[in-house]
């Protein structure tokens, strides 16, 4: 008869902790690719580059703050680890031209 009670407290008490532990566990998840925002993001700093080139010239100054913008939008891909196309984003007027600061 005892054996029997001892046998029940273990099955309940275990039951107990195997619900506690479910209701209180969170699942691990994997940390969001935020690739196809980043790659959204540039691609609307590269079309607005173009816009603004067609617009008002190479170096002009809306040109300016859109490829500061266009920085911006790669360190933001960096803070959140995603990887961009280097070759389609990072060429000719799209980088910051830093030897344009210095004349300045």
Same mark, same amino acid.
């Given at each position: 008869? *005892?054996?029997?009670?001892? =046998?029940?407290?273990?099955? +309940? %008490?275990? *039951?107990? *902790?195997?619900?506690?532990?479910? @209701?209180? @566990?969170? %699942?691990?998840? @994997?940390?969001?690719? =935020? ?11 590269? @079309? ?20 500061? &913008?266009?920085?911006? %939008? ?5 803070? $959140? &680890?995603?990887? =961009? #196309? $280097?070759?389609? +984003? ?8 830093? #030897? ?5």
């Amino acid at each position: 008869m *005892a054996s029997n009670k001892m =046998w029940s407290r273990v099955v +309940f %008490t275990s *039951a107990l *902790a195997s619900g506690l532990v479910l @209701a209180v @566990a969170s %699942t691990s998840r @994997a940390d969001r690719d =935020w690739k196809e925002d980043c790659h959204r993001r540039l691609e609307a700093d590269r @079309a607005r580059i173009d816009r603004d080139i067609h617009r008002h010239g190479e170096h002009s100054r809306q040109v300016d703050n859109d490829v500061a &913008k266009m920085d911006a %939008t790669r360190q933001w891909c960096r803070e $959140h &680890k995603s990887d =961009w #196309d $280097h070759e389609h +984003f990072d060429i000719g007027i799209y980088l910051h031209r830093h #030897d344009d600061d210095d004349k300045r």
